[in-house]
Every structure is written in C-alpha cells, then in structure tokens.
DNA sequence: CCTTTCTTGTGAAGCTTTTCACAAGGCGCC
DNA sequence: GGCGCCTTGTGAAAAGCTTCACAAGAAAGG
C-alpha cells in the first residue's frame, strides 16, 4: 500500500529524517544493504517500527536481504522533499540566528539561507557569510521577491507573531520558531517549534521531582 | 488521583512545561486566575488536554474560577523540579555551544551553566563569560567535583558518544544532546535529543513532496 | 437562602501509534 | 534444483493518547 495521501504521522516523518541521516553514515562506510534491524538500532527504535514506517510509503526493501543503502537513501529524499534545495530565510539574527546560519548540517541537507534580517540597525548592512543583513522592515516585499519558503525565526517573543504574520502574507508556508510563544497561523502554513527550555525541563523532570533542595 | 509514580507520558510533561511559559507570562500581565481554556489558547492546545494534563497531578483548579495563576505557577515548577537550581555543563563551544552558554532563558529557568569543556587547545584557557573553558581531557574528574547533574552536548558528531560515556561515568543522569547521533546510555540517565535537522525536514515533508524541482 | 452561571475533574469513548507474530519471498550453498 | 536461512511486509492485537460529555462544586447576585 504505497499510501502518500494516508495522513501519515509527525512522529513518523521525524523517524524517516533520521533513517535518512543513518544511511548517509552506512553510505559514508561503503555498507551496501541494511536491514531493518541494525538501521533500528542506529536510529535509535526498533526494527518493526522501521519496517512499518517504511510500509507507508512502499515496498523497500528485499526480503532476506534488506535495504540497498543507496537506493532507499534516494527513497527517503524524495518522499522528505530534500532531492532539491530549499530556500530559507533567516529573521533575527541574535546569537543563535548566527549559530544557525553558520550550522553545517543545514546546507548539507539542501536547506540554504537566501536571506538574514534583523531590526536592529546596527546590524542593518552588516554581512554574514555571503549575506547582507536586511532591514525587517522590508521583511514582507523581500521575502516574496527573493522567493523564501521557509523562514527561520530567531526573533525575542514579543516581535514573533508580528514577523510570522507578514512572512505568511509574503506567501511563506514553513516556519521554524524559536521564540518561546505559540504563533497562530492559517491553514495551510506549518509551524515547527523548537523549545530548548522544554527540553531542559523534560531532562529536569526525569532527573526526578524527587527535589532535594540545594 | 495525585499520580506520582503513574508513568506520564513525554508530550504531557513537554505541555506543563509549556503551560508554565504561559502561566509566567500571564502573571507579568497581572491576571490572578486563568482557565483551562485561556491556557490552552496561549499554549496551543485544548482546555481537555490541559485539564487531563494537570489532573495527572492533582487538583489544582476552582471550579467555576478557574486556576490560581501564582498557585499553579509554583505547582509546576514542583513538579517539573525547577524550583530549585541545576548545575549544567556545556561541552563543545562552537557557535551553538556559545548561543546556548547565553541564551537567557535557561538561566531564567534555574539552569545554569558552572563549567565549559572544549577539545581545541586554542580555546581551552579562553574565557566565556564568567567561565574559563577547560580540556575535555579532564571531562570525566571536573564534571564529577563541579557537581555538575546535566550536560549540553554540543561537540562533532564523532565525538558525541565518547563524552556521554565519560559524562555517566561522572555521575551526570541527563543529556541535552545536539550531536546528529543516537547515544547509548545505560538506564538510569536520561538523553533528550534536539534535532534541528529533522525539524526542517518535517517542514519539508510537510510543504508537499510535490516537489517541484528548482 | 436559592438560583444562575461558570468551570473543573474525570470516566468512558474514540482514535492513533506501536508492537507482535508470521506468511511470503529471495539468496546462496550443497 | 532443492533446502535452509534470513529478512521483509503486514494484518491483528495491544498500548497509549486525546477528545467528549457531564456531574459536581463554587461564586455571585438577588
């Protein structure tokens, strides 16, 4: 059942990225097939959950066998859209707007930043890489003309919303928020939320509530 | 029923975790209650999901009132066990590495960095901040008598693995990793990965494999 | 004090995701 | 060519999570 219009599930995709990531390194090691287990273990799940995932999309793999590396690497790509190169923009350029900017697995993955944009004018015309960094201002009539799809925001909470509402007027459909608020956005725009302090405070949850004081 | 030892899931704690984001913001505003349904609307969910969430761990609401904004304010940050303060490690200090070691709001939270560890002998010795960065050579003793209980990994992806051993080894029982690896830890020690690949990717996956080629 | 209005807490239902288990298929060796 | 071994693909079962719907409780106003 090669379903592509089957809702398939978030956590689903996230597991396929990371497959994705997984061959790259048994390419890098000249592995030629893999099965669904040692993928499993490298991935970090199981191999039933591997195979299942797979099924949603088709049929893989060769039974006794396996996965041919190569092959389902190139599967895996065009079913995640990354055969081809994404064009990103990126609005706030703090510390971690210019960690990301700079951050090698991005480009390595076909995600290439087209655009930066800042209000601050003192960083307004100053470069980054191979980028100017615009005024935010201009963010709606820029981002359409230099033709972005997906914005990266790195912006203080209280200036997100209003850049993620002129980003989707500008036609953008993909944002990946850092700002630590909840961005409302109409259908048919997707929202990625990255919530560092979340992650902390999972980790801090485990560590246990058993709250001894310092 | 006040579960304590129930198993809660991921996602409900990630969600208290939000929920205190918004209940913190909510008391600079000066509102003194709050109902599920406003919560919800600010954290982006629903106010069943956000009943069913706190019920896990009591009764924290007035019916007909609603939820004491200060009250529940501390509740969570029992519960999730940020009332008090972690000791957290940095190892790696690239660009990421230093966006973290200054991203506001995990301090703001009660996580607070007390010693840096970077490989590079020109960094070693330089200062950040208020911290000297030490050789990741001597990881496994300082990490040890510094007391440190969680560790942000931000180093190469070789070399992710390595330093979760000698972290354990340590004593630290949670790990923030950034590394694109999926680190084996024995039971007992926590590891939340942060996967800023695989978020751009879902974003992919999400703006149609219709993949019109560029 | 009684009624109205509001909102929680929660069993139960509904839905989604994961795990299980095994038949079917392919490869290689004898 | 046949046999044994290995691994996939997949229904079905199990587990987990979210939504629903409503009784119960609390406040406020008459």
Redesign the interface.
């Known amino acids: 059942m090669p379903a ?1 219009l089957h809702k398939v599930s ?1 956590s689903a ?2 597991r ?3 497959y ?2 997984v061959l790259g390194g048994l390419e890098r090691e000249g592995k030629e097939t893999v099965s669904s287990q040692v993928l499993a273990d ?3 799940t199981t191999a039933a959950q591997v195979r299942k995932d797979l099924s949603l999309f088709g049929s893989f793999g060769k039974r006794g066998l396996g996965y041919l590396v190569t092959t389902l690497r190139d599967e895996l790509r ?11 923009a990126l609005v706030g350029i ?3 707007g ?3 900017l ?2 090698p ?2 480009r390595a ?3 290439e930043f087209v655009a930066v944009y800042d209000s601050d004018p003192e960083k307004v015309g100053s470069r980054r890489g191979m980028l100017t960094v615009e005024d935010a201002r201009v963010l709606e009539e820029s981002l359409r003309e230099t033709g972005v ?2 914005v990266v925001l790195t912006v203080p909470a209280g200036a997100a919303q209003e850049v993620a509402d002129a980003a989707v007027r500008a036609g953008v ?4 928020n850092f700002a ?1 608020v ?1 961005l409302k956005v109409p259908p048919g725009v ?1 929202v ?1 939320a ?16 058993v ?4």
């Open positions: 592509s978030d995709i996230r396929l990225s990371i994705l990531r490298r991935a970090g065009g079913i995640l859209g990354v055969s081809r190169t994404w064009r990103v703090g510390r971690m210019a960690a990301l700079e951050y697995h991005f993955r076909g995600f799809e997906i459909r993909g944002i990946m630590p909840a997707r990625n990255v919530r560092l302090t979340v992650e902390l405070e999972v980790l801090s949850f485990s560590l246990g509530s709250a001894d004081r310092d």
